[in-house]
């Protein structure tokens, strides 16, 4: 671009075109809309930062999406770096001190679903209800390995975890989950 009003006004264009495209992705990815608009208006400014970079070699929508992408990663990468405070309370409200199930903690067996459970819409709205209730990190945890669908190892060595955290992190998310559903999906 030669002139700074050429390129404001390609990236106004580009706020119009791609805006809630990108704002869908973020939304998917983190289940927040203020995150999802925060990464959105994030991505905008690092693309204006770096548009002298942009060669028009790919389309400016992937170019974009790349960007939101490593936004989204951050965005969990901080959040697993968040200590968290009172570590074993997770453990001390299901086990007792010999580490085994408190007898009203013991997981329940759900009532059979014929494995539909996940097309049924108002389960998925209470499981992302249940979803955001997580700490940060055990949020990050449940949406990197079961939404985006990525190896342990991965998402590790992306975050900068050893094997034990990122599974005690994991596995701690799921108890939770788990007795929030029991609460609040299954015993309506």
């Not at 903690?105 to 009532?111: G, H, K, N, R």
Request: glycine share 2%; charged share 25%.
């Amino acid at each position: 671009m030669s002139t700074i009003k050429e390129a404001d006004d390609v990236m106004i264009n580009w706020v119009q075109q791609y805006s809630d495209h990108l704002y869908s992705w973020a939304l998917y990815k983190t289940s927040s809309k203020e995150t999802a608009e925060d990464l959105v208006q994030e991505t905008f400014l690092a693309a204006v930062k770096s548009f002298n970079n942009f060669k028009g070699n790919s389309n400016p929508k992937t170019w974009l999406c790349a960007i939101l992408n490593h936004k989204i990663n951050d965005y969990y990468r901080k959040s697993y770096q968040t200590p968290l405070a009172n570590n074993n309370a997770i453990f001390d409200q299901f086990f007792d001190h010999t580490g085994h199930w408190k007898q009203d903690e013991e997981p329940q067996q759900w009532p059979d679903t014929d494995g539909s459970l996940l097309d049924d819409s108002d389960f998925q709205q209470q499981l992302q209800h249940c979803i955001k209730r997580l700490p940060p990190n055990w949020s990050a945890a449940i949406h990197l390995k079961f939404i985006d669908e990525k190896k342990g190892n991965e998402i590790c060595q992306e975050l900068g975890l050893t094997n034990t955290n990122f599974w005690q992190i994991l596995h701690r998310a799921k108890l939770q989950l788990r007795k929030c559903l029991e609460i609040n999906w299954f015993k309506n």
